[in-house]
């Protein structure tokens, strides 16, 4: 099996798609493996069938190929016009390890995975795609190795810590609740489903069938192959997006490192946020676009063709500077609608006065959530107080006549 060895003995499972001098890693999210993919395979290479087949390696263990010619053959590839990707199980899932220590798991660590994985395929440099978590991760990789991306996309992100938190409404309480009683692979892809999709398009029909019966089977189908999570894997993945954080410096590493960025968002997603979606964007503009799509979670499955343009729009971006120059979009409004801001080289970020703008924003949007979390203490406080008074004021006693 193609496996990578990462850090401390950590072992990487990984796949391979197409051949071409383009090479793209994707990152997947939380409890995802790495066929969780499979639009964005099919749509950037045309095929969903693997280079490195399980079963011509598990049945010719012994077989010793030429390095010589291996290696001339994948040079040959190299400089075929098309696109190769790889994709894997984060540490924690699917055939990758699973650490025991929850610590063992940081979106850092995760990072080094995904190098690790670059490095073990010979890629120099790759365009890196990352959904949910696996956008921490990526965004993380950024700030680590910019010399390594071509371009950067971040699907359904956040910026982690308290931004894990989804929109607390009564839907979520039970998806929650339905989430961690889920014991069987039945029980979880029901509540998969609800999480991934709109229930708008669960309820279209394909045929004689809704989507929601024919997902079901393929969810229940795979889950039941890869295994429910393990307690560790699920622990240490939560871990890293609760732990996971880019400092102010990280993101003007990756702000200011010359390759396009995109912000791909479902406007419906339950679980990821619009809004910290919006705000990372902001944080990263003018490197960053933001593609906002109808969609909720899994948009790139819920809508595979736009979020395939808007990678192969990423790509193309990456290899003409004409195309940077007018790269950075911003929405207008909570519509949706998609405006095209002051044109700007990225060649041009590094400028000192667009640096000082940028720095008295950060600093004024720090300065906005400072106040809104000394306005809450001072609230909690003052209820704290209210309560001890209320305990500790006499109470009257009627008097009891005999």
């Known amino acids: 099996m193609p496996y990578c060895e990462s850090s401390n003995g950590v072992k990487i499972y990984y796949r391979r798609y197409g051949h071409g001098s383009t090479k793209v890693l994707l990152i997947i999210g939380l409890a995802g493996t790495h066929d969780s993919w499979g639009p964005q ?19 010719a263990p012994f077989v010793h190929t030429n390095r010589e010619e ?23 899932m699917g055939r990758s390890s699973v650490p025991t ?33 696996g956008s921490m991760i990526a965004c993380k990789l950024a700030a680590i190795a910019p ?12 910026g982690g810590g308290f931004e894990c938190f989804p929109k607390l409404d009564r839907q979520m309480m039970s998806l929650a609740y339905r989430f961690l009683r889920a014991k069987t692979p039945e029980q979880r892809a029901h509540v998969d489903l609800d999480t991934h999709y709109t229930k708008e398009y669960l309820d279209e029909y394909v045929g004689s069938s809704t989507r929601r019966k024919i997902l079901y089977q393929e969810y229940v189908k795979g889950i039941s192959s890869t295994g429910m999570q393990s307690h560790h894997g699920f622990e240490g993945q939560v871990n890293a997006c609760w732990t996971h954080k880019m400092t102010p410096k990280e993101l003007d590493t990756v702000r200011l490192a010359g390759f396009p960025i995109s912000v791909i968002h479902g406007r419906y997603d339950v679980i990821a946020q619009l809004s910290h979606a919006k705000r ?40 003409s500077k004409e195309i940077a120059d007018d790269w950075s979009y911003m929405p207008e409004s909570e519509s949706g609608w998609l405006i095209l801001r002051a044109p700007m080289s990225l060649s041009k970020l590094r400028s000192d006065g667009a640096n000082t703008l940028l720095t008295i924003y950060s600093f004024l949007g720090k ?10 203490l001072l609230v909690m406080g003052f209820d704290h107080i209210k309560s001890i008074f209320c305990i500790m004021k006499p109470v009257r006693v009627a008097t009891i006549e005999s």
């Open 280 to 319: 990372l964007a902001e944080k990263l503009h003018p490197a960053a676009r933001m593609v906002e799509l109808h969609g909720a979670h899994l948009v790139s499955h819920e809508r595979p063709d736009e979020v395939n343009q808007a990678l192969k729009d990423l790509i193309e971006a990456s290899k």
């Open 147 to 158: 010399e390594r991306l071509c371009s950067l996309a971040l699907l359904n992100a956040t």
């Open 101 to 133: 220590n929850k610590s063992d798991y940081t979106t850092t660590k995760m990072a080094g995975d995904a190098l690790a994985i670059l490095d073990h395929l010979g890629w120099k440099k790759a365009h890196v795609f990352g959904h949910s978590m």
């Open 367 to 376: 300065l906005q959530l400072s106040f809104i979390y000394i306005i809450g």
């Open 41 to 59: 395979i099919k749509g950037l290479t045309g095929s969903i069938e693997a280079n490195d087949d399980d079963d011509d390696l598990e049945a």
């Open 70 to 92: 291996e290696s001339k053959l994948d040079q040959t590839r190299d400089e075929e016009e098309g696109i190769e990707i790889c994709c894997f199980d984060n540490r924690g």
